[in-house]
């Protein structure tokens, strides 16, 4: 079974000034300030990019970005300009701030490694004693982690230290805390809506050139972003049962069970192609409860020529 899949991009557009290549997205610098980010199919778990595209999984990535920037910005103003393309969101150019603003709900993921680990203090914000798994926090907690230089773990950072190493001035930083805090609002109305608990997720912020703070890159996604189904979810919590879970945490919870979790000297297990039609469909299953929206496949017989095409003529008629 072949996939038709984007994993890398070599674009040339007209006035185009530089490109950066991340984890998942490629990020192509036209004339003085647009970017034009593309969401390749590629997967990350563990900071480690898996050799084999996942079908569709760049396209949900950045509609669900898109729709949810829409959902936002009457709280707070973000980059987008235009999504001509399912896999392309085009916007200004920014400064991005060198932290996630990771927020936290509930004790899930690394908060809960940590917490089982003993500690108590994340990013140099309390954890209660006497609590499980998945279990809510009295109020959301902001644990922010500074972004990792390429192919580097992002590192865990409290505020403190953001401040007083420069990394944000504190001024700028009570701005990045008051936006985060409302996105993750929102974010829950909206998860509630559909029958979901937003657990947990991270917000990235730029400064544009005339000095604003603006939402950047991807929201409320299922790589940024861990949901719960309601349904179900206390009986799972009295029960002392794992939660049902839409994140890409079921890919790393399949890599940790064949043995890998990014470190050193362990080999990445090999995925079928039917394990990646599994992934893709988790993927469309995941859009289809978070945007509430049927998943329309894009033409994929030819990914980047189709891309291609889009973005030029946006550039065009600008």
């Known amino acids: 079974m072949s996939h038709n899949t984007i994993t890398s991009t070599d674009f040339k557009f007209p006035g185009q000034t530089g490109v950066y290549k991340g984890k998942v997205r490629d990020v192509y610098a036209v004339a ?73 709900g509930y004790l899930a993921g690394h908060a809960a490694r940590e917490y089982k680990s003993g500690k108590r203090m994340l990013c140099g914000v309390s954890m209660p004693e006497g609590m499980k798994e998945n279990d809510k926090f009295p109020e959301p907690i902001i644990t922010p982690a500074t972004k990792a230089e390429h192919g580097l773990h992002d590192e865990d950072i409290s505020r403190e230290d953001i401040l007083s190493k420069g990394i944000v001035s504190a001024e700028d930083y009570s701005i990045l805390e008051d936006y985060t805090r409302k996105l993750f609002q ?10 979901l608990i937003l657990v947990d997720t991270k917000y990235e912020f730029g400064k544009t050139d005339s000095g604003k703070i603006v939402l950047i890159d991807e929201i409320h996604t299922p790589d940024s972003s861990r949901y719960f189904y309601k349904s179900g979810y206390e009986e799972r919590q009295v029960r002392g049962e794992a939660q049902k879970q839409l994140s890409k945490e079921f890919v790393r919870q399949w890599l940790i069970s064949n043995g890998f979790q990014g470190l050193e000297g362990q080999v990445l297990p090999e995925m079928s192609d039917e394990y990646i039609e599994t992934v893709s469909d988790r993927y469309i299953e995941l859009y289809e409860n978070i945007t509430g929206e049927k998943f329309v496949k894009a033409d994929v017989s030819n990914i980047s020529k189709r891309i291609e095409a889009n973005v030029l003529a946006y550039l065009q008629a600008r």
Do not use: H
């Not at 990350?44 to 569709?56: H, L, N």
């Not at 920037?69 to 009457?74: A, G, L, Q, Y």
């Not at 929102?186 to 029958?195: D, I, K």
């Open 32 to 104: 003085d300030n647009l970017l034009v980010m593309i969401a390749s199919d590629r997967l990350s778990a563990f900071d480690v990019v898996m050799p084999k595209g996942i079908p569709y999984k760049g396209q949900i990535l950045n509609q669900i970005a898109t729709k949810m920037m829409k959902d936002t910005e009457d709280l707070v103003p973000n980059w987008l300009e235009a999504t001509p393309d399912p896999n392309v969101a085009i916007g200004e150019k920014c400064e991005p701030f060198k932290v996630e603003m990771v927020i936290r």
């Open 186 to 195: 929102r974010g829950t109305e909206l998860a509630e809506e559909r029958g």
